[in-house]
């Protein structure tokens, strides 16, 4: 018989926010965990690991850029280690029970820490001889190549990468960047603000200059198409994580190709998703890491993923969902914070996160873009909204907010981040709401606003499982420089209602491009 000790549940309601319990905290349901550091070069597991995820970033089609056939050097730096133990109440970590046999013979009871797995990040330089561009017969240049992972492996120590970004320098004097030639990607302080204990942060790989985005691309087709348009655009969408396959059947497959068609054919560059689950019981065939799935159908793309809760699942697995975000253009670093979380509120049991991706641009330069799921309770809402707001003005340049906020556009929450009201004395500033730039505010799906066969305004973005949407909870809210033109808004709909619906939610996108003087 096994069991999790129940002295570990908490059984009264807590205010983790008021207790500062959060720095506790890696994520929701983990505790941070110092763990002895590892030696890229000297520790058998450190190799196995390295090696495992460079096979299976070569596998899944990542990066074009790593050689077939694996006879290269490479330097490995960063390298950490994240055991994640499981925990109730944010204070202290679940036990686990086990009744057996012991050398006397008798039955005792056995008692061990729980882990649901083992998070490793670490960065991989090479240097490469890559096509030249064919002028004054330069017909190949050296190229360093940063690729930074991150890799969850599960209790049955199978690895999915969490995290794949890259980022390239010439191997050439002039170029001052983090990846040298000598094929090492050194850490800078000051490219992303420090936070709280609460953040978490991936090393940044910073560029400062690239010999052309051509030879920097992982998938040159994809990615010069983007780099040398005009504009980018960004995209939010709500995918709704493994519903399908609860709702209808053996349906999810189909699903995860109509979000790959839908989100290429936005043509976005940058898209940030939300309800990203990793489901050991889920997934089929495909496998229970959602980040694999639209790793797939959006070939060229870098992104980062962060869980913002778990839960185990059977007796080898576990439960993660949170956001994530995905480029085609080079994510220099990634961090996020933990949104307060009030475990007495029945509303917002379920730990929030503001996810963060600093990316380089060649149309608009740095671009921070920021995604979260926020809670059910208005109460919640209204404390992150701040938190949010106090973290991202921090950074320069364009800041986009994108995410299923949960909240109608009258509501306190979404109000101020318009900018239209304060919480607590506190203010945005010059945040806008992308979709009213350009439009009217839809009428949500009230009593007596719509008749029978009157079609509901443009604009709402929930739920697609009814005959019609009925309310508009999807933003996409952004602060630009004075060096950056926001152009369009539109929502990104194939038309599927009910068992054709590609997510219950529409995605918004939002076009950006530089001020041309």
Known sequence: ?????????????????????????????????????????????????????????????????????????????????????????????????????????????????????????????????????????????????????????????????????????????QVDGTCGADGICSEKAGSSLMAEAARSSSPPLEMSSFPSWRQCSDHGSLSSSFHSAKSVKVLSYNIWNFNSAEVYGDDYARRVRRIGKLCRQANAGIIAFQEVRFDFGRGGKLGPSQVDHLSRELKGYQFVFQAAMTYPEGTHGRVEEGPAIFSVF??????????????????????????????????????????????????ARNRSVVTMWQYMKQFQGLLILAGDLNAEPQSPAMQYLAGLAAIDGSETENLRDAWTVFHKEPRPAAPDVYDDVEPHDHGLTFSTLEDDVVKRIDYLFYHNPSSVLHTSTSLVDDGGRWEDATSDHLGVSAVFEPVVN
């Not at 005792?108 to 490793?120: A, D, S, W």
């Open 330 to 379: 080079p994510i220099v670093s990634s961090d996020y914070i933990l949104l307060p979380r009030d475990m007495g509120d029945e509303q917002d049991t379920h730990q929030r996160i503001l996810l963060h991706a600093e990316i380089t641009t060649p149309q608009l330069g740095q671009v921070h873009i920021f995604v979260t799921h926020l809670s059910l309770s208005e109460v």
């Open 1 to 173: 018989r096994a069991c999790i000790c129940a002295c570990v549940v908490v059984c009264t309601p807590i205010n983790l926010s008021a207790l500062g319990v959060e720095s506790k905290l890696l994520y929701g349901g983990i505790l941070r965990f110092k763990e002895p550091d590892i030696l890229a070069n000297d520790s058998r597991e450190a190799q196995t690991i390295i090696n495992a995820t460079l096979q299976l970033a070569r596998d899944q089609g990542l990066a074009e850029t790593v050689p077939a056939d694996g006879k290269f050097e490479f330097v490995v730096s960063d390298l950490i280690k994240k055991k994640l133990p499981l925990t109730w109440n944010g204070r202290t970590q679940a036990l686990y029970i086990h009744e057996g046999l012991g050398k006397d013979g008798r039955m005792h009871q056995f008692r061990r820490k729980v882990f649901l797995g083992i998070l490793y990040s670490f960065t991989v330089t090479w240097t490469l001889d890559t096509p030249g561009d064919g002028e004054a017969g330069d017909l190949s240049s050296p190229v360093t190549f940063a690729h930074y992972f991150t890799v969850s492996r599960d209790l049955s120590k199978r690895l999915y990468i969490y995290e794949h970004r890259v980022t390239c320098s010439s191997d050439s004097p």
